[in-house]
C-alpha cells in the first residue's frame, strides 16, 4: 500500500486510533503463534514401569522431578510388565499430545523403553497423527487442535541408556518373571523380530551402554550393565545377540562408537550411533531411584543438548 493511500486512510485522531489498534492487534496475534511453539523432552521407563499412567508428571521410575533432564521434561509412563504392543498406546498418546503441529520434542529412553520408541517409530511413524492441543486429560489424552493432521511426529532425536532393542539373555534364561508378557518381548530372537529396527523415521538413536556388570556376567555375552549386553545396548543388528567388549578387553570384538559397525564387521541398526561406550566400567543398568547409571550419561547429554 502507497504512504499516500495509507495517510488518507488513518488520517485524524480516529484514523490513528485505527493504526495502533491494528498494529497492536497483529504483534498480539505475531507473539501468540510464537507462544504456541513449543519444545518436550519426553523420558520412557523401561521394565517394572512405577509411575502413573497418563500422569506426565510422574517421575517415580527416574528420580526426582526437580532433576534436570531436559527442556520442559514429561515422564511417558507404561506399566513395565505387559507386552510392548499390548502397552504402546501409551507412548503414541504422548508423541500425539507434544511431538505434533508447531510443538518438537527429545526423547528419552531405558531398558525396554527402547522397544518402546522404535515399535512406534517402526509401525506407526508414517501414519497421520492428529494435531492436538498439547493439553492432556487425566488418562494422558491430548485433544484435537483443529490444525488437522500430520505424517508421524516431531522428533529431534532419541537417547537411549542401556537399551533393550536386541533383547537380553536374562530373559531367554528365565532370571526374569516367565509369567510378564514383556520377557516374552524382551528374549533377544523377539525383541529383535518386534519391529524393524532399521525403520527410525530418519531419526537418530543415541545409544548409551554401560559396563558395570557383574552378577549376570555368566549370561550376558561380552561387557554388559547386569540387565544388558553391548550388542542391544550399542543397537548391533542381527537376529540373535553376541559378544561384544570395550577396545581394552582382547578377547572380544569391540563395540565401535558412532554409527560404524562393530568389530568383526557387523553392522549397526540403521541411524543407531553409539554416542557413549563405558570404558571404565562404571555404569550399570539402574536408576536407583536417582537418574542414575548408565541413565545419568544419557541425562546429562539431554541436559546440553535438549533445549
Not at 501468540?32 to 509411575?51: C, D, E, K, M, S
Request: proline share 2%.
Amino acid at each position: 500500500m502507497q504512504w499516500s493511500v495509507i495517510r488518507s486512510k488513518f488520517s485524524g485522531k480516529a484514523g490513528i486510533g485505527k493504526l495502533v489498534a491494528g498494529l497492536s492487534l497483529a504483534a498480539v496475534t505475531v507473539g501468540a503463534t510464537v507462544a504456541i511453539a513449543t519444545n518436550y523432552t519426553l523420558w520412557i521407563n523401561g521394565r517394572t514401569g512405577g509411575g502413573q499412567i497418563g500422569n506426565y508428571s510422574d517421575f517415580s521410575y527416574w528420580g526426582p522431578s526437580s532433576t534436570a533432564a531436559g527442556v520442559n521434561k514429561k515422564a511417558v509412563n507404561w506399566d513395565g510388565y505387559n507386552s510392548v504392543a499390548n502397552q504402546n498406546g501409551y507412548i503414541r498418546n504422548a508423541l500425539d499430545c507434544y511431538c505434533t503441529g508447531n510443538n518438537w520434542c527429545y526423547v528419552g529412553a531405558h531398558s525396554a523403553g527402547n522397544l518402546q520408541i522404535g515399535y512406534a517409530m517402526a509401525l506407526y511413524g508414517g501414519s497421520a497423527r492428529t494435531i492436538t492441543n498439547a493439553t492432556p486429560n487425566s488418562g494422558g489424552v491430548c485433544s484435537a487442535s483443529g490444525a488437522g493432521t500430520q505424517t508421524g511426529w516431531n522428533i529431534k532425536f532419541v537417547n537411549v541408556a542401556g537399551g533393550a532393542g536386541g533383547g537380553s539373555e536374562l530373559a531367554n534364561a528365565g532370571d526374569w518373571a516367565l509369567s510378564e508378557p514383556l520377557v516374552t518381548d524382551l528374549k533377544t530372537a523377539n525383541a529383535r523380530a518386534l519391529y524393524d529396527h532399521n525403520q527410525t523415521r530418519g531419526k537418530i538413536f543415541y545409544m548409551f551402554a554401560g559396563a558395570k556388570g557383574t552378577l549376570y556376567s555368566a549370561v550376558l555375552p561380552g561387557q554388559d550393565d547386569e540387565a544388558i549386553a553391548y550388542h542391544s545396548s550399542g543397537g548391533v543388528s542381527g537376529s540373535s545377540g553376541a559378544g561384544y567388549c570395550n577396545p581394552s578387553d582382547w578377547f572380544c570384538n569391540d563395540l565401535t562408537l558412532g554409527t560404524a559397525a562393530a568389530e568383526g564387521g557387523r553392522a549397526k541398526w540403521t541411524n543407531h550411533n553409539v554416542k557413549f561406550r563405558d570404558g571404565n566400567e562404571s555404569f550399570n543398568h539402574y536408576a536407583n531411584g536417582n537418574w542414575a547409571g548408565i541413565i545419568s550419561r544419557a541425562v546429562a547429554d539431554m541436559v546440553t543438548n535438549a533445549q
